[in-house]
């Protein structure tokens, strides 16, 4: 493996040789350390973030109120934020962003109305009937961050499936902003009024999750908590699983492109420049056969990037987390993103679609030149809510299922119950339980006619 930097103009991105390497060779354990990625400190951020957690725990919304002062730098006396705040953020949105938003709200719900499994009744055996049941849960928490931007999207990706489950009452948090007079941006309230939602907090942080779980006198306690967020967010959610559901622990943005000779090199350097965009943290990989793909990119970074608006924070992800890797072949650049798991796969390359279908470990995949990154951030209808820092491994992007409960209705007759009865016994005194075999017979004696 040969490892080099660029020195042109474009930032510096680090090639990454591992040509000559074949795919049952390009593993997690063998790649650990080599392909980039932001590492987050998240047991350090639980040390300082349950302290917060405990504290709203006790003291409720005094508690949340005060951490929003000291953390946001905003004097609120309520959490809650007025109804009339909402509707005029609604009334005073851009008509062309409530278009889009209209539109995003629409293809999601489509999207997610899909993914309801249906009832499933079975018969494991004559007389005994057991049914799969999806149930939503009560009450959901959806947080929508601040932080370098506003992310009315986000309130799209979180609402929309929440309510295609058949969520009840759903309750949106999301920081104040000074500039908006101690509410979160209007885009956010915008958002939130589209789609019906009157419940939104002030609040942001581990502090708006901890009231989310426990609950506070403005804000009744959630079943599950969703939404992206920073390393505090991600900390509180792990100290609060358990004491409600979690999506998962997002970190920072990252994205992943398998190509080829055929990729237009234009349409790599815009869409690593867009992931980059959101923050210094951001991952991007381009994992490529054609040895010359990275200098036709380097010569579009180096076109585009003036032209970016953000251009200093996309400088610093791309010198800090981005790499090129060179393989021999598509077998071994798709092992390589799957080592990698990344949030986000574009595949651009010849046959895409037949690549995209045997990667295994992708949050969502983009297939083709047509599918940028972008489109799913706003309007495929897919969620953009996706896991992040190696863990589409084992997570899946959100979706209705973490606001759906499985439950198991039983139903047995008597013969049925009586034909089982000694398997029951069996069972239950290889276990030592005793009792739980005196809870059939007593149903259904045995042949000598004890109970």
Same mark, same amino acid.
């Given at each position: 493996?040969?490892?080099?930097?660029?020195?042109?103009?474009?930032?510096?991105?680090?090639?990454?040789?591992?040509?000559?390497? %074949?795919?049952?060779?390009? #593993? @997690?354990? &063998?790649?650990?350390?080599?392909?980039?990625?932001?590492?987050?400190?998240?047991?350090?951020?639980?040390?300082?973030?349950?302290?917060?957690?405990?504290?709203?725990?006790?003291?409720?919304?005094?508690?949340? @109120?005060?951490?929003?002062?000291?953390? /946001?730098?905003?004097? !609120?006396?309520?959490?809650?934020?007025?109804?009339?705040? +909402?509707?005029?953020?609604?009334?005073?949105? *851009?008509?062309?962003?409530?278009?889009?938003?209209?539109?995003?709200?629409?293809?999601?719900?489509?999207?997610?109305?899909?993914?309801?499994?249906?009832?499933?009744?079975? %018969?494991?055996?004559?007389?005994?009937?057991?049914?799969?049941?999806?149930?939503?849960?009560?009450?959901?928490?959806?947080?929508?961050?601040?932080?370098?931007?506003?992310?009315?999207?986000?309130?799209?990706?979180?609402?929309?499936?929440?309510?295609?489950?058949?969520?009840?009452?759903? =309750?949106?948090?999301?920081?104040?902003?000074?500039?908006?007079?101690?509410?979160?941006?209007?885009?956010?309230?915008?958002?939130?009024?589209?789609?019906?939602?009157?419940?939104?907090?002030?609040?942001?942080?581990?502090?708006?999750?901890?009231?989310?779980?426990?609950?506070?006198?403005?804000?009744?306690?959630? /079943?599950? +908590?969703?939404?992206?967020?920073?390393?505090?967010?991600? &900390?509180?959610?792990?100290?609060?699983?358990?004491?409600?559901? !979690?999506?998962?622990?997002?970190?920072?943005?990252?994205?992943? !492109?398998?190509?080829?000779? #055929?990729?237009?090199?234009?349409?790599?350097?815009? *869409?690593?420049?867009?992931?980059?965009?959101?923050?210094?943290?951001?991952?991007?990989?381009?994992?490529? #056969?054609?040895?010359?793909?990275?200098?036709?990119?380097?010569?579009?970074? =180096?076109?585009?990037?003036?032209?970016?608006?953000?251009?200093?924070?996309?400088? !610093?992800?791309?010198?800090?987390?981005?790499?090129?890797?060179?393989?021999?072949?598509?077998?071994?650049?798709?092992?390589?993103?799957?080592?990698?798991?990344?949030?986000?796969?574009?595949?651009?390359?010849? /046959?895409?679609?037949?690549?995209?279908?045997?990667?295994?470990?992708?949050?969502? +995949?983009?297939?083709?030149?047509?599918?940028?990154?972008?489109?799913?951030?706003?309007?495929?209808?897919?969620?953009?809510?996706?896991?992040?820092?190696? #863990?589409?491994?084992?997570?899946?992007?959100?979706?209705?299922?973490?606001?759906?409960?499985?439950?198991?209705?039983?139903?047995?007759?008597?013969?049925?119950?009586?034909?089982?009865?000694?398997?029951?016994?069996?069972?239950?005194? &290889?276990?030592?339980? &005793?009792?739980?075999?005196?809870?059939?017979?007593?149903?259904?004696? *045995?042949?000598?006619?004890?109970?």
């Amino acid at each position: 493996m040969r490892v080099t930097s660029d020195s042109g103009a474009s930032p510096v991105i680090t090639l990454i040789d591992l040509r000559g390497r %074949e795919a049952a060779g390009l #593993t @997690r354990p &063998a790649l650990d350390g080599v392909l980039p990625r932001a590492a987050l400190d998240v047991e350090r951020a639980v040390e300082l973030v349950r302290p917060v957690c405990e504290d709203v725990r006790a003291r409720g919304g005094a508690a949340v @109120r005060e951490y929003t002062r000291r953390f /946001d730098g905003v004097d !609120i006396a309520h959490t809650r934020v007025p109804a009339e705040a +909402i509707a005029h953020a609604l009334r005073t949105l *851009d008509p062309e962003v409530r278009d889009a938003l209209t539109e995003a709200a629409r293809r999601a719900r489509v999207v997610h109305e899909a993914q309801l499994p249906d009832r499933k009744d079975t %018969e494991p055996a004559p007389g005994l009937s057991v049914s799969t049941r999806f149930v939503p849960v009560q009450r959901a928490g959806v947080y929508v961050p601040g932080g370098l931007v506003a992310y009315p999207s986000s309130v799209v990706m979180n609402v929309v499936p929440a309510q295609a489950a058949g969520v009840g009452s759903i =309750a949106v948090a999301s920081p104040p902003q000074r500039e908006s007079g101690g509410l979160p941006h209007p885009a956010v309230l915008a958002a939130c009024a589209l789609l019906g939602i009157t419940e939104v907090h002030a609040a942001g942080g581990a502090q708006a999750l901890a009231m989310f779980a426990y609950g506070t006198d403005e804000c009744a306690p959630a /079943d599950v +908590i969703t939404g992206p967020g920073n390393v505090y967010v991600a &900390a509180a959610k792990r100290i609060l699983h358990g004491t409600c559901g !979690i999506d998962g622990e997002n970190g920072p943005t990252e994205i992943a !492109i398998i190509a080829d000779r #055929t990729a237009d090199p234009a349409f790599v350097a815009a *869409d690593l420049i867009g992931q980059a965009e959101h923050d210094e943290l951001a991952a991007c990989l381009l994992i490529t #056969t054609d040895p010359d793909l990275p200098a036709r990119v380097d010569k579009e970074l =180096a076109r585009q990037l003036p032209a970016t608006k953000h251009r200093e924070r996309v400088e !610093i992800a791309l010198r800090g987390q981005a790499g090129y890797v060179l393989v021999d072949d598509i077998a071994a650049a798709r092992a390589v993103s799957d080592a990698w798991a990344p949030e986000h796969l574009e595949v651009q390359t010849q /046959d895409a679609a037949k690549v995209a279908a045997r990667v295994r470990n992708a949050g969502a +995949i983009f297939v083709g030149p047509y599918s940028p990154v972008s489109l799913g951030d706003y309007l495929a209808g897919s969620n953009h809510v996706l896991p992040t820092g190696g #863990t589409a491994r084992h997570t899946s992007g959100l979706s209705v299922y973490p606001y759906l409960k499985v439950v198991n209705v039983i139903e047995c007759d008597r013969d049925s119950l009586s034909g089982v009865a000694s398997r029951v016994a069996a069972l239950g005194g &290889a276990e030592d339980l &005793a009792a739980h075999v005196a809870a059939v017979r007593v149903r259904v004696p *045995d042949a000598s006619g004890e109970q």
